[in-house]
Structure formats: structure tokens, C-alpha cells
């Protein structure tokens, strides 16, 4: 299954990456936790493993 696309939200300490169908990808933690999320889903993009 591929996912749809790839979304960035809020957690308790950071931010994680989750696919369309709400499972988490990655989490990121701590300073620059939310620049590490949106690098991963860019890097994701670029490399096609998003839509």
C-alpha cells in the first residue's frame, strides 16, 4: 500500500510524520524537531515515495 500523502503533526514533546491512514512514520524530538519533520517530508517528495 502507498501512501497518499505525508503529514507533519504535533506530539507531546516534538513532532512526528504520518501517512494519510493516521500511522506514524517517524517522530522527532527536542530543538529543530519541526524542521527535521518537514526535511524528511520533503526528502520523501523528491525521492518519490510520496504521491
Keep these: 500500500m502507498r501512501a497518499l500523502a505525508l503529514m507533519i503533526g504535533p506530539t507531546a514533546d516534538g513532532w512526528a510524520v504520518y501517512v494519510t491512514g493516521g500511522r506514524e512514520v517517524t517522530r522527532y ?23
Design 29 to 51: 524530538r527536542g530543538l529543530g524537531a519541526k524542521r527535521r519533520a518537514l526535511r524528511h517530508v520533503a526528502r520523501a517528495s523528491v525521492a518519490g515515495i510520496g504521491p
